[in-house]
Nanobody
Framework: QVQLVESGGGLVQPGGSLRLSCAAS????????TGWYRQAPGKQREWVAL???????IYGDSVKGRFTISRDTTKNTMFLQMNSLKPEDTAVYYC??????????????WGQGTQVTVSS
């Protein structure tokens, strides 16, 4: 059974940084795509950063230049480094792992979510 466990969320002041981690058990990252998504109160879930099976990355416009997605395939762990955080980054962040080379969809594997709050 595949399980994704996130960690690293919390409360941070505007301009600060956080690093989210997502450890996968029961699955490997090779030839799979990974991604980070977020959902703010009253809003739909949106994708934040994606990495395809070839390790090419893309970012949402609102986080480009501030967030970095990465992964360690030897440890089946993915990361999201978030710098220059803004109050509008406040949301529950989810990691996702696809079952194939496509970007994660609702039918793939998802973490339980971790809260990130940016506030002074």
């Amino acid at each position: 059974q595949v399980q994704l466990v996130e960690s690293g969320g919390g409360l941070v002041q505007p301009g600060g940084s956080l690093r989210l981690s997502c450890a996968a058990s029961g699955a490997v990252f090779r030839n799979k795509a990974t991604g980070w998504y977020r959902q703010a109160p009253g809003k739909q879930r949106e994708w934040v950063a994606l990495m395809n099976s070839g390790s090419t990355t893309i970012y949402g416009d609102s986080v480009k230049g501030r967030f970095t997605i990465s992964r360690d395939t030897t440890k089946n762990t993915m990361f999201l480094q978030m710098n220059s955080l803004k109050p509008e980054d406040t949301a529950v962040y989810y990691c996702a792992l696809s079952k194939g080379p496509w970007y994660p969809t609702e039918n793939d594997y998802w973490g339980q979510g971790t809260q990130v709050t940016v506030s002074s």
